[in-house]
C-alpha cells in the first residue's frame, strides 16, 4: 500500500437551527464532537484532525480532546447555505500555505455519531485504490420508497411518477437495490476533489454500511441515535 499522508476534517460550524449547538451536545457523556475527534484517532489513520469551526466554544471543545484548532472558520463559510465543499477547499488551501500537504482528506460530520473506526478505515483506504479517488459511506433504500414507487404532485394534488419510466403495474421483485448517502464517512484524494471541487472527486466508490447510521438534525434524531448507540453498547 502507498504511503499516503491524510487529514480527517471535522465540520461543526455553530448556529444549528434544529438543535441548538448540537455539535457539543453530548451522547453517552460524549459530545457529538469529541465522538467524532475519537473515532479519527482510534482509526490511526491521520497525520492530522482539524475541527472547522467558526466557534471559539466549539474550539475549546476539540482542545478538550486533544485537537488544536489553529484558525476559525471564515464568516462566509459558515452561513446556512455555505458549501462543505468551500470549507474543504479553504482547510487545504491555508494548510498548504502553511507548508502542511495531505494526499487524502477524509470528512466526518459530527452529527453521525454511529461511525465505525473500521468504517473509517474502509472509506479511506478504498478512496486510495487505485481504481478510485474518492469514496462514500452509503444505506440501502427500503424498497417501499424506492424511485419508480414515487410520486409528485401539482398544484391540485394530481400526482405523477417521479421517474418517467416508472409503472403502476412494478413489483417489488423487480427492483433493483437503491442507496442513500448516509454520513457516516467520505475520504477523497486532495488533488482529485481541488480537480473537481467535489467530495466525490472523478471516481467514488460507494462503501455500503448494512449498520444503522443516524444523521442528527432534530431532537428526536437525537434520542433514536442514543437508543442505538445504548443498544451496540457505546451509549
Same mark, same amino acid.
Given at each position: 500500500?502507498?504511503?499516503?499522508?491524510?487529514?480527517?476534517?471535522?465540520?461543526?460550524?455553530?448556529?444549528?437551527?434544529?438543535?441548538?449547538?448540537?455539535?457539543?451536545?453530548?451522547?453517552?457523556?460524549?459530545?457529538?464532537?469529541?465522538?467524532?475527534?475519537?473515532?479519527?484517532?482510534?482509526?490511526?489513520?491521520?497525520?492530522?484532525?482539524?475541527?472547522?469551526? +467558526?466557534?471559539? &466554544?466549539? %474550539?475549546?471543545?476539540?482542545? *478538550?480532546?486533544? #485537537?488544536?484548532?489553529?484558525? !476559525?472558520?471564515?464568516?462566509? $463559510?459558515?452561513?446556512?447555505?455555505?458549501?462543505?465543499?468551500?470549507?474543504?477547499?479553504?482547510?487545504?488551501?491555508?494548510?498548504?500555505?502553511?507548508?502542511?500537504?495531505?494526499?487524502?482528506?477524509?470528512?466526518?460530520?459530527?452529527?453521525?455519531?454511529?461511525?465505525?473506526?473500521?468504517?473509517?478505515?474502509?472509506?479511506?483506504?478504498?478512496?486510495?485504490? +487505485?481504481?478510485? &479517488?474518492? %469514496?462514500?459511506?452509503?444505506? *440501502?433504500?427500503? #424498497?417501499?420508497?424506492?424511485? !419508480?414507487?414515487?410520486?409528485? $404532485?401539482?398544484?391540485?394534488?394530481?400526482?405523477?411518477?417521479?421517474?418517467?419510466?416508472?409503472?403502476?403495474?412494478?413489483?417489488?421483485?423487480?427492483?433493483?437495490?437503491?442507496?442513500?448517502?448516509?454520513?457516516?464517512?467520505?475520504?477523497?484524494?486532495?488533488?482529485?476533489?481541488?480537480?473537481?471541487?467535489?467530495?466525490?472527486?472523478?471516481?467514488?466508490?460507494?462503501?455500503?454500511?448494512?449498520?444503522?447510521?443516524?444523521?442528527?438534525?432534530?431532537?428526536?434524531?437525537?434520542? !433514536?441515535?442514543?437508543?442505538? $448507540?445504548?443498544?451496540?453498547?457505546?451509549?
Amino acid at each position: 500500500m502507498a504511503d499516503f499522508t491524510r487529514i480527517a476534517m471535522i465540520p461543526a460550524r455553530a448556529g444549528s437551527k434544529g438543535v441548538k449547538n448540537k455539535n457539543i451536545r453530548k451522547i453517552g457523556g460524549i459530545s457529538l464532537l469529541g465522538r467524532a475527534i475519537e473515532c479519527a484517532r482510534e482509526s490511526g489513520l491521520f497525520a492530522r484532525i482539524f475541527v472547522s469551526t +467558526d466557534s471559539p &466554544d466549539y %474550539a475549546a471543545e476539540a482542545a *478538550r480532546f486533544g #485537537v488544536e484548532t489553529p484558525w !476559525l472558520r471564515p464568516a462566509g $463559510l459558515a452561513s446556512d447555505t455555505a458549501l462543505v465543499a468551500d470549507a474543504i477547499g479553504h482547510t487545504l488551501e491555508t494548510f498548504a500555505s502553511r507548508g502542511e500537504v495531505f494526499d487524502t482528506l477524509a470528512l466526518l460530520e459530527p452529527t453521525s455519531p454511529l461511525r465505525t473506526t473500521a468504517v473509517v478505515r474502509e472509506t479511506v483506504l478504498a478512496a486510495e485504490e +487505485d481504481e478510485w &479517488d474518492a %469514496a462514500f459511506t452509503v444505506s *440501502r433504500v427500503p #424498497v417501499c420508497f424506492h424511485p !419508480l414507487k414515487q410520486f409528485e $404532485l401539482d398544484g391540485q394534488g394530481a400526482a405523477s411518477f417521479v421517474m418517467p419510466q416508472a409503472s403502476p403495474n412494478v413489483n417489488r421483485q423487480s427492483l433493483s437495490p437503491t442507496y442513500v448517502r448516509n454520513g457516516l464517512a467520505y475520504a477523497v484524494r486532495t488533488q482529485a476533489f481541488l480537480e473537481t471541487h467535489s467530495i466525490h472527486g472523478h471516481r467514488a466508490r460507494a462503501i455500503i454500511v448494512e449498520d444503522a447510521a443516524v444523521s442528527i438534525d432534530t431532537p428526536q434524531d437525537f434520542a !433514536l441515535a442514543e437508543r442505538l $448507540l445504548t443498544t451496540r453498547g457505546d451509549g
